[in-house]
């Protein structure tokens, strides 16, 4: 048998507990996801800027969870510019163009940020 004992109010854990069924937790991140793609298409090297103007975000909130995902439209010959661009790809004579490490650099901030918001609102409940 498990016994629980509570003294004094429990206010600040019953608001924290409806703070997370209605996932208040999450409130403020669709605004710095969408900074965060302001921070990819202006880390995105430019030669035509097609796939620096092709960045967008999907966010799906659903009963558990929040789930970001960052998206790029620019695909050439079935494959993701900004892939080629982050990996490096080969060329159709044979060379191969290294790739830049740009999206990590970009998004670190906005996943701080992220992170720091939604810890800000559980402490605070």
């Known amino acids: 048998m498990i016994r629980l004992v509570v003294k004094g109010s429990t206010e600040r854990t019953e ?5 997370i069924v209605n996932a208040d937790m999450f409130r403020g991140v669709e605004r710095i996801a969408n900074e965060g793609v302001s921070a990819l298409a202006s880390a995105t090297p ?18 558990d969870s929040l789930t970001i ?5 620019d695909v050439e010959n079935g494959f993701p510019v900004a892939i080629m661009l982050q990996y490096g790809h080969g060329t159709g004579t044979g060379g191969y163009v290294r ?3 740009y999206i990590n650099p970009a998004i670190r901030p906005i996943f701080d940020r992220i992170a720091n918001e939604v810890w800000k609102v559980v402490t605070s409940a």
């Open 46 to 63: 430019m030669e035509s800027g097609l796939a620096a103007n092709s960045w967008g975000v999907e966010i799906v909130n659903s009963k």
């Open 69 to 73: 995902t960052w998206t790029n439209s």
């Open 15 to 19: 608001k924290f507990l409806r703070s």
């Open 99 to 101: 790739g830049v490490d």
